[in-house]
Protein backbone atom coordinates (compact mmCIF):
# COMPACT_ATOMS: atom_id res chain seq x y z
CA UNK A 1 0.00 0.00 0.00
CA UNK A 2 0.91 3.56 -0.65
CA UNK A 3 1.96 5.62 2.46
CA UNK A 4 -0.31 8.71 2.32
CA UNK A 5 1.92 12.19 2.77
CA UNK A 6 4.84 10.64 3.10
CA UNK A 7 7.37 13.37 1.51
CA UNK A 8 10.55 12.66 -0.53
CA UNK A 9 13.28 15.48 0.84
CA UNK A 10 13.81 18.32 -1.71
CA UNK A 11 17.87 18.65 -2.78
CA UNK A 12 17.64 22.17 -4.56
CA UNK A 13 19.72 22.43 -7.73
CA UNK A 14 21.20 25.93 -7.91
CA UNK A 15 22.02 26.35 -11.22
CA UNK A 16 22.21 28.92 -13.87
CA UNK A 17 21.72 30.13 -17.40
CA UNK A 18 21.99 27.21 -20.31
CA UNK A 19 24.02 27.56 -23.57
CA UNK A 20 21.65 25.10 -25.81
CA UNK A 21 22.88 24.14 -28.98
CA UNK A 22 20.73 22.14 -31.36
CA UNK A 23 19.88 18.74 -32.75
CA UNK A 24 19.40 16.73 -29.48
CA UNK A 25 22.46 18.60 -27.98
CA UNK A 26 24.56 17.59 -24.88
CA UNK A 27 23.16 17.53 -21.15
CA UNK A 28 26.18 20.04 -20.48
CA UNK A 29 26.23 24.00 -19.61
CA UNK A 30 23.92 25.53 -16.57
CA UNK A 31 20.46 25.33 -16.00
CA UNK A 32 17.86 27.75 -14.44
CA UNK A 33 18.28 29.23 -10.85
CA UNK A 34 16.63 26.48 -8.80
CA UNK A 35 14.72 29.33 -6.52
CA UNK A 36 11.12 28.19 -7.01
CA UNK A 37 12.02 24.55 -8.36
CA UNK A 38 13.38 25.74 -11.24
CA UNK A 39 11.42 28.82 -12.11
CA UNK A 40 14.12 31.18 -13.87
CA UNK A 41 16.68 31.96 -17.23
CA UNK A 42 15.08 30.74 -20.09
CA UNK A 43 16.19 27.49 -21.91
CA UNK A 44 15.70 25.20 -24.59
CA UNK A 45 15.10 21.38 -23.54
CA UNK A 46 16.87 19.03 -26.25
CA UNK A 47 16.77 14.99 -26.22
CA UNK A 48 16.30 12.05 -28.51
CA UNK A 49 13.28 10.12 -29.62
CA UNK A 50 13.49 6.43 -30.04
CA UNK A 51 11.88 3.16 -30.30
CA UNK A 52 15.59 1.86 -31.00
CA UNK A 53 14.81 2.77 -34.46
CA UNK A 54 14.73 7.11 -34.54
CA UNK A 55 11.28 8.19 -34.17
CA UNK A 56 11.85 11.07 -37.18
CA UNK A 57 9.46 13.70 -37.63
CA UNK A 58 7.78 13.20 -34.38
CA UNK A 59 5.90 16.16 -32.50
CA UNK A 60 7.77 16.96 -29.16
CA UNK A 61 5.22 18.73 -26.44
CA UNK A 62 5.92 19.45 -22.89
CA UNK A 63 4.32 21.56 -20.06
CA UNK A 64 5.73 22.42 -17.28
CA UNK A 65 4.63 23.55 -13.55
CA UNK A 66 4.41 26.51 -14.14
CA UNK A 67 2.11 26.00 -17.15
CA UNK A 68 5.68 27.07 -19.74
CA UNK A 69 5.16 24.95 -22.93
CA UNK A 70 8.05 23.54 -24.99
CA UNK A 71 7.48 22.26 -28.67
CA UNK A 72 9.67 20.99 -31.73
CA UNK A 73 9.91 18.61 -34.12
CA UNK A 74 12.69 15.72 -34.20
CA UNK A 75 14.91 15.60 -37.32
CA UNK A 76 16.30 12.08 -38.60
CA UNK A 77 18.42 10.96 -35.91
CA UNK A 78 15.56 11.67 -33.16
CA UNK A 79 17.10 14.66 -32.02
CA UNK A 80 14.70 17.74 -31.14
CA UNK A 81 15.47 21.25 -29.68
CA UNK A 82 12.27 23.52 -28.42
CA UNK A 83 11.79 26.47 -28.28
CA UNK A 84 13.03 29.07 -25.09
CA UNK A 85 10.79 29.08 -21.96
CA UNK A 86 11.78 30.24 -18.43
CA UNK A 87 10.51 26.73 -16.66
CA UNK A 88 9.11 25.30 -13.80
CA UNK A 89 10.29 21.71 -12.91
CA UNK A 90 8.54 18.91 -13.74
CA UNK A 91 7.66 19.13 -17.11
CA UNK A 92 5.63 16.62 -18.53
CA UNK A 93 4.62 15.25 -22.35
CA UNK A 94 4.78 13.17 -25.41
CA UNK A 95 6.59 12.59 -28.39
CA UNK A 96 4.27 11.50 -30.89
CA UNK A 97 5.03 9.75 -34.37
CA UNK A 98 2.03 8.29 -36.49
CA UNK A 99 0.35 5.41 -33.83
CA UNK A 100 3.38 6.29 -31.82
CA UNK A 101 3.24 8.24 -28.31
CA UNK A 102 5.93 8.15 -25.77
CA UNK A 103 5.70 9.98 -22.79
CA UNK A 104 8.50 11.68 -20.76
CA UNK A 105 8.97 13.71 -17.58
CA UNK A 106 11.73 16.70 -17.58
CA UNK A 107 12.84 16.38 -13.83
CA UNK A 108 15.54 19.17 -14.05
CA UNK A 109 18.36 20.18 -16.65
CA UNK A 110 17.60 20.73 -19.80
CA UNK A 111 17.11 16.98 -21.41
CA UNK A 112 14.27 14.59 -22.05
CA UNK A 113 14.29 11.43 -24.12
CA UNK A 114 10.80 9.71 -25.23
CA UNK A 115 11.09 6.15 -25.56
CA UNK A 116 9.24 3.15 -24.06
CA UNK A 117 11.99 3.12 -21.33
CA UNK A 118 10.64 7.08 -20.03
CA UNK A 119 7.01 6.02 -20.94
CA UNK A 120 7.12 3.26 -18.58
CA UNK A 121 8.86 5.76 -16.45
CA UNK A 122 5.70 7.75 -16.66
CA UNK A 123 3.54 5.62 -16.13
CA UNK A 124 5.29 4.81 -12.73
CA UNK A 125 4.98 8.45 -11.70
CA UNK A 126 1.28 8.64 -12.97
CA UNK A 127 0.30 5.70 -10.67
CA UNK A 128 2.34 7.21 -7.59
CA UNK A 129 0.88 10.77 -7.57
CA UNK A 130 -1.56 9.29 -5.88
CA UNK A 131 -2.98 7.31 -2.86
CA UNK A 132 -4.35 3.36 -3.56
CA UNK A 133 -4.99 2.14 -6.69
CA UNK A 134 -5.43 5.19 -8.40
CA UNK A 135 -3.34 6.76 -11.65
CA UNK A 136 -3.46 10.57 -12.88
CA UNK A 137 -3.58 11.07 -16.32
CA UNK A 138 -0.61 13.40 -18.21
CA UNK A 139 -3.75 16.08 -17.70
CA UNK A 140 -4.13 15.84 -14.35
CA UNK A 141 -0.43 15.43 -13.24
CA UNK A 142 0.03 19.09 -15.26
CA UNK A 143 -2.88 20.66 -13.02
CA UNK A 144 -1.53 19.31 -9.75
CA UNK A 145 2.21 20.22 -10.41
CA UNK A 146 0.77 23.79 -11.60
CA UNK A 147 -1.62 24.28 -8.32
CA UNK A 148 0.54 22.73 -5.97
CA UNK A 149 4.35 23.60 -5.65
CA UNK A 150 4.95 20.89 -2.65
CA UNK A 151 4.37 18.50 -4.70
CA UNK A 152 5.97 20.05 -7.73
CA UNK A 153 9.29 19.76 -5.65
CA UNK A 154 8.36 16.37 -3.89
CA UNK A 155 7.99 14.45 -6.84
CA UNK A 156 11.19 15.96 -9.08
CA UNK A 157 13.75 15.36 -5.78
CA UNK A 158 16.61 13.34 -6.58
CA UNK A 159 15.81 10.80 -4.34
CA UNK A 160 11.74 10.34 -5.63
CA UNK A 161 13.13 10.59 -9.36
CA UNK A 162 16.34 7.74 -8.56
CA UNK A 163 13.38 5.36 -7.07
CA UNK A 164 11.16 5.89 -10.56
CA UNK A 165 14.10 4.88 -12.63
CA UNK A 166 14.94 2.09 -10.60
CA UNK A 167 11.34 1.09 -10.83
CA UNK A 168 10.80 1.22 -14.53
CA UNK A 169 13.76 -0.50 -15.15
CA UNK A 170 12.86 -3.31 -12.67
CA UNK A 171 9.82 -3.80 -14.48
CA UNK A 172 11.80 -4.24 -18.30
CA UNK A 173 13.48 -6.51 -16.18
CA UNK A 174 10.98 -9.08 -14.67
CA UNK A 175 9.46 -9.22 -18.50
CA UNK A 176 13.17 -10.16 -20.19
CA UNK A 177 13.48 -12.86 -17.08
CA UNK A 178 10.04 -14.20 -17.97
CA UNK A 179 11.23 -14.11 -21.44
CA UNK A 180 13.81 -16.22 -20.60
CA UNK A 181 16.23 -14.15 -20.25
CA UNK A 182 18.95 -15.18 -16.88
CA UNK A 183 18.65 -12.53 -14.23
CA UNK A 184 22.09 -11.44 -15.15
CA UNK A 185 21.77 -11.65 -18.95
CA UNK A 186 18.72 -9.32 -17.97
CA UNK A 187 20.78 -7.14 -15.83
CA UNK A 188 23.44 -6.86 -18.84
CA UNK A 189 21.02 -6.04 -21.51
CA UNK A 190 20.37 -3.45 -18.80
CA UNK A 191 23.48 -1.96 -17.84
CA UNK A 192 23.84 1.16 -19.94
CA UNK A 193 20.41 1.85 -18.66
CA UNK A 194 20.95 1.41 -15.47
CA UNK A 195 24.55 2.97 -15.43
CA UNK A 196 23.13 6.27 -17.15
CA UNK A 197 19.65 8.30 -16.44
CA UNK A 198 18.04 7.31 -19.49
CA UNK A 199 15.58 9.73 -19.30
CA UNK A 200 17.77 12.49 -19.40
CA UNK A 201 21.15 11.24 -20.64
CA UNK A 202 21.84 12.85 -24.42
CA UNK A 203 22.23 9.79 -26.57
CA UNK A 204 22.33 8.95 -30.59
CA UNK A 205 20.46 6.33 -32.66
CA UNK A 206 23.64 3.23 -32.18
CA UNK A 207 24.24 4.35 -28.56
CA UNK A 208 24.54 2.00 -25.66
CA UNK A 209 21.50 3.14 -24.77
CA UNK A 210 20.04 3.15 -28.12
CA UNK A 211 21.01 -0.75 -27.50
CA UNK A 212 18.86 -1.08 -24.47
CA UNK A 213 15.69 -0.33 -26.92
CA UNK A 214 17.05 -2.75 -29.56
CA UNK A 215 17.15 -5.34 -26.54
CA UNK A 216 14.19 -4.66 -24.96
CA UNK A 217 11.59 -4.21 -27.86
CA UNK A 218 10.54 -7.53 -28.11
CA UNK A 219 9.06 -7.52 -24.15
CA UNK A 220 8.69 -3.87 -24.80
CA UNK A 221 6.69 -2.91 -27.90
CA UNK A 222 3.85 -4.16 -30.17
CA UNK A 223 4.81 -4.43 -33.33
CA UNK A 224 3.97 -0.77 -34.45
CA UNK A 225 6.06 0.16 -31.55
CA UNK A 226 3.48 1.18 -28.68
CA UNK A 227 4.56 0.10 -25.46
CA UNK A 228 2.62 -3.44 -24.34
CA UNK A 229 -0.25 -3.15 -21.80
CA UNK A 230 1.54 -5.44 -20.02
CA UNK A 231 4.48 -3.66 -19.34
CA UNK A 232 2.23 -0.68 -18.43
CA UNK A 233 0.06 -2.70 -16.01
CA UNK A 234 3.26 -3.73 -14.17
CA UNK A 235 4.84 0.09 -14.02
CA UNK A 236 1.32 1.12 -12.68
CA UNK A 237 1.60 -1.71 -10.00
CA UNK A 238 4.84 -0.62 -9.07
CA UNK A 239 3.78 3.08 -8.86
CA UNK A 240 1.15 2.06 -6.76
CA UNK A 241 3.84 0.36 -3.95
CA UNK A 242 5.58 3.80 -3.98
CA UNK A 243 5.05 6.29 -1.20
CA UNK A 244 3.17 9.74 -2.57
CA UNK A 245 4.90 12.41 -2.82
CA UNK A 246 3.87 15.31 0.27
CA UNK A 247 1.47 17.67 -0.73
CA UNK A 248 0.86 21.56 0.40
CA UNK A 249 -2.63 21.42 -1.20
CA UNK A 250 -5.65 20.99 0.68
CA UNK A 251 -7.63 19.77 -2.24
CA UNK A 252 -7.49 16.41 -3.85
CA UNK A 253 -7.26 16.24 -8.03
CA UNK A 254 -8.72 13.50 -9.34
CA UNK A 255 -7.78 10.26 -10.28
CA UNK A 256 -8.28 7.33 -12.94
CA UNK A 257 -8.02 3.85 -12.57
CA UNK A 258 -9.66 1.69 -9.44
Given at each position: MKLDGA??????????????????????????????????????????????????????????????TLAATTNGNGAYTTNQAALTYPC???????????????????????????DTMTEVVLAASVSGNGSLSVEQFISKIAADATFANNVSSASAVATYR?????????????????????????SAARSQNFDSATFAIGSDLDKVLDNTASVMQEADGSVKAAVLAAAKAKGDALPVPGSGATGGTGATGG
Open positions: KFFVYAVALASLAACGGGGGGGGSFPQSGGNGAGTSIQVTGTGAKGAALAGATVALTCANVAIGTAKSGAISYRGILFSGSVVNFTPLTAAALDVVKAQLVASGKSDADAEAIL
